[in-house]
């Protein structure tokens, strides 16, 4: 079984404050993680993945994850928001094999005030 | 909540058949569709958007004439791989946006022998 869960469906930061966005998954395999990101009307963007290389990813736009598997946790994180980073946010974990699977977690939107 | 029905999950074909994948978007009108692939431990990649009622948009590099999209309708999109080769074989997952929010099907996985 294969899920992923992210804890808030909404967050709200001041610009230039830091931002944390939680996800938690749970996985019968060694996983692939990504965080992509939805801006309004678009399709999805990777921000960064994680594929048991280092447990530190460092992605775009200064953006970064940790993979914790004792935690079972890959949050987001930025040390300072932009306006621009008002989106919405998703995790996925992907599980290769004969069978891949890709599962998407329910979305957090940012919100970034001024 | 809003649900993304994707047919089927799995398929396996002969190579040079075709397949089709539907999208339907099950309580909600989708103005727009996404066809997405992916390969192991690699990261999405956009295929194509589709509006209801206009041609897709293929992303560069992805032949038109072997990925066929019809949105025929604001709840069903279908992609149809023509004359599907091994190197196909892929995971193939749409996801349909209704307003500002993103709701993705359970994905296929396509193997072509």
């Known amino acids: 079984a294969q899920s992923v869960t992210q804890l808030d469906s909404h967050v709200s930061v001041s610009e230039g404050t830091p931002v944390l966005l939680r996800c938690n998954y749970s996985?019968?395999?060694?996983?692939?993680l990504f965080w992509y990101v939805q801006h309004p009307n678009k399709g999805l963007q990777l921000l960064l993945k994680y594929t048991s290389a280092a447990t530190l990813v460092k992605g775009i736009n200064g953006f970064e994850a940790e993979f914790k598997k004792s935690e079972t946790s890959f949050h987001l994180t930025k040390p300072s928001a932009h306006m621009s980073d008002a989106a919405e946010y998703f995790c996925v974990v992907s599980s290769p094999g004969g069978y891949q699977k890709v599962t998407f977690g329910t979305g957090t939107k940012l919100q970034v005030i001024p | 909540g809003a649900v993304v029905s994707q047919h089927p999950s799995r398929v396996i074909c002969k190579s040079g058949t075709s397949v089709k994948i539907e999208c339907r978007s099950l309580d909600f009108q989708a103005t727009t569709m996404f066809w997405y692939r992916q390969f192991p431990k690699q990261s999405l990649m956009l295929m194509a958007t589709s509006n209801e009622g206009s041609k897709a948009t293929y992303e560069q590099g992805v032949e038109k004439d072997k990925f066929l999209i019809n949105h025929a309708s604001l709840t069903l999109s279908t992609l149809t791989v023509t004359s599907a080769h091994p190197e196909d074989s892929s995971f193939y997952i749409c996801s349909a946006l209704t307003g500002e929010k993103l709701f993705f099907g359970s994905g296929t996985q396509l193997s072509v022998l």
């Open positions: 996985s019968s395999y060694s996983p692939s």
